[in-house]
């Protein structure tokens, strides 16, 4: 039996995130306070950018994690863990901050749940900054 949301829908029939439920809108605003007139979208340029470098960290970090690499692991994690405060994706930085502590601590072991949820919330906040692209609207 599919898990039912609190609508009564499938995950697969839910609406998207919005943004409100992945990104912490203090940080898009701080990011707009730096836009200047009329020059590009600062927000489009970083957006873009994050969608760009991000996928290949958590495909990484899932390798990583397969193959038992923790150094490799460790950075791609870390590396996401920043990028996605700098767009306000916070509850995914935090999973990430998360998992850093757990490979301080040696428990490489436990990763494969909590990467489970990185990568669960990396989609969420992928496809709010896509719909927050003009050009990546449909």
Request: charged share 25%; with cysteine; proline share 7%.
């Amino acid at each position: 039996v599919p898990a039912r949301l609190e609508t009564g829908q499938t995950p697969s029939q839910a609406p998207p995130p919005s943004v409100a439920d992945c990104l912490d809108e203090s940080v898009l605003a701080s990011l707009s306070s730096l836009q200047r007139p009329g020059a590009p979208s600062l927000l489009e340029q970083v957006f873009t950018l994050y969608l760009k470098e991000s996928p290949p960290l958590v495909e990484g970090a899932r390798r990583s994690l397969l193959t038992g690499d923790s150094q490799t692991l460790n950075r791609a994690v870390h590396t996401l863990k920043s990028s996605s405060a700098n767009v306000g994706a916070t509850r995914l930085s935090a999973l990430c901050r998360d998992f850093e502590a757990q490979l301080r601590d040696g428990r490489f072991d436990e990763g494969a749940a909590l990467l489970s949820e990185i990568e669960a919330e990396f989609t969420r906040v992928e496809a709010a900054l896509r719909r927050m692209i003009p050009s990546e609207v449909n």
